[in-house]
């Protein structure tokens, strides 16, 4: 709506009050999912907007869901060679390419690079669109198979994606880079090596009370050996000062 001030404020909201299943953001008019597991199926949203002006206009759109429980089995990674907020930019356009293609309805589920870039939204010339794909009779279409089309049509995908981002351009079917170890990892793996550094501690203490215990009984059982060794010198001393006294008389 090219109208401003309160003419120009759309508002959204879910018609058929599916609020179980999905809710909207109102100010967007992004759709999630609120809770839809052991579910699965095409659902159908209508979604209206409405301008905020005196006389307040609407319009409406069916939006359809197609929700899988096998979904993330399938999901395939296309890399290109494209900073991410160009690509992010240029989503839909992509989405329209691989679907030509392909000739099967494409949903992108995610598209990223790395942490760093996922925050930065910029960087390396890599980002790696998630997708799925599902075939006219909204059946889910097996991950090789979309990999086998990819292939097939690769240069046909690479010719059209350089007519959208104005350069050259590389599709690739690749797995995505592995993610950073979360807090919760890194705290489990420190905790690991804390009691592992514990326990080492533990059995080399054990082990040197164990040594100086044996230590200490051999010399208990050679002290026992000699006879009072302390009374046997003061008996030597004693018998040696009467020796020098019956010497001196």
């Known amino acids: 709506d090219p109208d401003s001030g309160a003419n120009g404020r759309l508002l959204y909201s879910l018609v058929n009050n599916q609020m179980n299943e999905f809710d909207i953001d109102e100010n967007t008019g992004q759709i999630f999912t609120v809770s839809v597991a052991g579910k699965a199926g095409v659902f159908y949203l209508e979604v209206e907007a ?7 206009l609407t ?10 429980s096998s979904s993330s089995n ?16 240029n989503l839909a356009e992509v989405k329209s390419v691989l679907a030509d293609n392909l000739a099967w309805n494409v949903y992108v589920i995610d598209v990223y690079s790395n942490e760093f870039e996922r925050k930065a939204r910029s960087g390396a010339d890599v980002t790696y669109v998630a997708i799925i794909a599902f075939d006219k009779a909204n059946r889910e279409v097996p ?7 990819l292939r097939e049509q690769n ?17 690739a079917i690749e797995e995505p880079p592995a993610e950073p170890a979360t807090p ?23 082990a ?12 208990a059982e050679v002290v026992e050996g000699i006879d009072n060794p302390w009374a046997a010198y003061r008996a030597g001393s004693l018998k040696s000062l009467a020796e020098l006294e019956g010497t001196n008389n």
Do not use: P
């Not at 296309?78 to 991410?84: A, E």
């Open 155 to 171: 240069s046909n995908i690479e010719m059209e994606l350089e007519k959208i981002f104005s350069t050259s351009v590389s599709a």
């Open 59 to 68: 319009a409406q759109t069916t939006v359809s869901v197609i929700v899988d």
């Open 184 to 206: 919760e990892l890194i705290a489990t793996i420190v905790l690991g090596v804390l009691l592992a550094c514990t326990l080492v501690a533990f059995l080399a203490y054990v």
């Open 74 to 89: 399938n999901i395939v990674m296309v890399t290109l060679n494209q900073k991410i907020n160009v690509v992010e930019r």
């Open 50 to 56: 409405a301008d905020q002006g005196t006389s307040r």
């Open 208 to 219: 040197l009370s164990v040594k100086r215990k044996s230590l200490v009984t051999k010399r």
């Open 143 to 149: 991950a090789e198979d979309v990999k086998r089309k």
